[in-house]
């Protein structure tokens, strides 16, 4: 199993940024997609972004499109999370996840590997 470490959570203002960072304990990307959750409390685990194995493609809940941007670096093995424009709906702990499904990556249940979680607060 990949060991993922996430850092970079925090509280931020309305309409603030934060990138998140996903270190893999893999030497090299594995060619399976990587991705981020989040878990808002009350609320089910969701997909927020992947990102295919090559990096080409990238998949966005329709609730972040345009404010986040998943990236890779190959040179560092890190997924990272750049998260701009947040709002307070978008307060949750936020998980990365690797060994993801080929196709829809949004069932939670399809991926092998999860980190610990970082949370991220929005506030008004």
């Known amino acids: 199993q990949v060991q993922l470490t996430e850092s970079g959570g925090g509280l931020v203002q309305t309409g603030g940024s934060l990138r998140l960072s996903c270190a893999s304990s893999e030497r090299r990307f594995s060619s399976a997609p990587m991705g981020w959750f989040r878990r808002a409390p009350g609320k089910e685990r969701e997909i927020v972004a992947a990102?295919?194995?090559?990096?080409?493609?990238?998949y966005y809940a329709d609730s972040v499109k345009g404010r986040f941007t998943i990236s890779k670096d190959y040179a560092k093995n890190t997924v990272s999370l750049q998260m701009n424009d947040l709002q307070p709906e978008d307060t949750a702990v936020y998980y990365c996840?690797?060994?993801?499904?080929?196709?829809?990556?949004?069932?939670?249940?399809?991926?092998?590997?999860w980190g610990q979680g970082t949370q991220v607060t929005v506030v008004s």
């Open positions: 990102i295919s194995w090559s990096g080409n493609s990238a």
């Open positions: 996840a690797a060994q993801g499904p080929d196709g829809d990556p949004s069932d939670a249940t399809r991926w092998g590997s």
